[in-house]
Structure formats: C-alpha cells, structure tokens
Antibody
Framework: EVQLVESGGGLVQPGGSLRLSCAVS????????MNWVRQAPGKGLEWVSH????????YYADSVKGRFTISRDNAKNSLYLQMNSLRADDTAVYYC??????????WGQGTLVTVSS | QSALTQPASVSGSPGQSITISCTGT?????????VSWYQQHPGRAPKLMIY???NRPSGVSNRFSGSKSGNTASLTISGLQAEDEADYYC??????????FGAGTKVTVL
C-alpha cells in the first residue's frame, strides 16, 4: 500500500522556521521525483517545490523562492521542506506528492502550518 | 506562472453529464500531455481522477473521462451521482519545469 505521511506542521510566529518531513512507503521512492503542494484555508492548490530523483534538479514557486529549501534522503525514503522567514500567507495545509504526471501520482494527507503571532 | 482557468462552479442533476474546462497557454497545456485532474472533498486530500490528460487510474469510475485540445483540457463526469459533489482541480506541467494548478471548480449535484 502506498503511503505518504507528512509531519512537522504546527503554529509558528511570523519570521520563524519550520521543517516538514514526508515519510514514504509502498513505492520506489528513489525512482520518483517529488513535490510539495500547499492549500491555504478555503483556497485552491498551489505547487510549491519539486526535486528530482537524485536531487540534481530543484525548482521553487516564486512565492517561496529564497525562503524554502526542498531536500530528500533516498536511503530513508523521506522528503523534507525547510521553511524559513515564514509569513502569514504561508499558512496552509502542506501536501507531499510524488511526480505530478503519469499514474504514479501519489499524495499524502497533509500537515497544517499556521503562521501567526 | 498564472493559474489555469477553470469555471468557479458547475452543477447538474443526478444522471446528467457535466464538463469542466481548464484553459492554459502554449507554455503548459498546449505543449504537454501532463494534465491531471483531482477530486477533493472537504477536509480530505486531493484524489487523482485523470492523468496525462485522458487516462484513468485503476479504481476510478469510468464515469470520469478527460480530453485535451490545444490549450484547453476538459473533465467530463457522466451519470452524475451525489458522491461526485466536490471540488475539482486541473494541473499541468509547464515549460519552466514547474507545475501550475487551476483555481478549482465546485461541482454541485442538484
């Protein structure tokens, strides 16, 4: 069974930092590019970041560039998102997702990040 | 990268067919077949309904179908059922090697 389990969300003050993790099982993690997608309360889905299988290629949405860092550990079947300089508009449910094309398009249940003083 | 354009809402009676459009540009939908459609019920994670514009994952009802023409993709739900009431999002790969989503369409079963 495919499972993607996010963790690390919570309440953080503006300007603070948070590190999200995503533990993957049930598919060949090291063979899949991975993504983070977020959804602000009552809003639509927003792609955040992408990392290739070997971490050679990384992309970010303009809204998070310079503040967020995506990484992965293929030995641990895990994906990460380091979020710094957090702002109120970063408040969202953050989803870990595999490649966003093809049939191997898997999503986690999400973790809520709330940025508020 | 601007969001893909979807209608805010679409409605239909049980048993009817509805179609949701998703319009992009030549830099995303128009250049790639990497268009996906997701169904999302309140408080739940998105569920993949269509991948690569017209392919249905195992386990998804054949009442859901997808197509693409030019810069526009479409999702059709035939034989509309109460359980289909949800938000639907399209997404596409882009020429910038990123992804873009539509703003979402709320489907209401009358």
């Amino acid at each position: 069974e495919v499972q993607l389990v996010e963790s690390g969300g919570g309440l953080v003050q503006p300007g603070g930092s948070l590190r999200l993790s995503c533990a993957v099982s049930g598919f060949a993690f090291s063979s899949y590019s991975m993504n983070w997608v977020r959804q602000a309360p009552g809003k639509g889905l927003e792609w955040v970041s992408h990392i290739s299988t070997g971490s050679n290629t990384i992309y970010y949405a303009d809204s998070v560039k310079g503040r967020f860092t995506i990484s992965r550990d293929n030995a641990k079947n895990s994906l990460y998102l380091q979020m710094n300089s957090l702002r109120a508009d970063d408040t969202a449910v953050y989803y870990c997702a595999s490649r966003l094309y093809g049939s191997g398009n898997y999503w986690g249940q999400g973790t809520l990040v709330t940025v508020s003083s | 990268q601007s969001a893909l354009t979807q209608p805010a809402s679409v409605s239909g009676s049980p048993g009817q067919s509805i179609t949701i459009s998703c319009t992009g540009t030549s830099s995303d939908i128009g250049s790639y077949n990497y268009v996906s459609w997701y169904q999302q019920h309140p408080g739940r994670a998105p569920k993949l309904m269509i991948y690569d514009a017209s392919n249905r994952p195992s386990g998804v009802s054949n009442r859901f179908s997808g197509s693409k023409s030019g810069n526009t993709a479409s999702l059709t739900i035939s034989g509309l059922q109460a359980e289909d009431e949800a938000d639907y999002y399209c997404s596409s790969y882009t020429s910038s090697s990123t992804y873009v989503f539509g703003a979402g369409t709320k489907v209401t079963v009358l």
